[in-house]
């Protein structure tokens, strides 16, 4: 069975779709074009959060006109990627800077 979705929040999807498509590349770019550490992690992690909301808001709104399912998925996935994605930079954070305090007392 085939659902027609109203031509308003079918662009609203595609937009989003598209600005988290764009999103996502401007963070991978952001790992390519920045030469530090610090640069390279704060790129791709604002990159992979904000397209993936973006992403996941298109799929919610989908499914609310579709009618087929709860939104219950998105909104498990947005709490996870909110929780982990915070905590996964900032312990790479911290070794980096560990590290670089060893290398830096070990050159001394």
């Known amino acids: 069975m085939m659902t027609m979705i109203p031509f308003l929040p079918s ?33 791709t992690t604002m990159g992979n959060t904000l397209g993936t909301i973006f992403v996941l808001l298109a799929s919610a709104i989908m499914t609310y006109y579709v009618g087929d ?16 994605s915070p905590i996964s930079a900032m312990l790479l954070m911290r070794s980096y800077t560990l590290r670089e305090e060893r290398i830096g007392n070990n050159n001394n």
């Open 11 to 43: 662009l609203f999807i595609a937009i989003l779709l598209v600005l988290g498509g764009i999103v996502t590349l401007i963070g991978t770019l952001g790992l390519l074009r920045f030469p530090d550490f610090t640069g390279r992690i704060h790129a």
């Open 69 to 84: 399912r709860v939104m219950f998925h998105e909104i498990v996935i947005v709490i996870f990627l909110f929780i982990t």
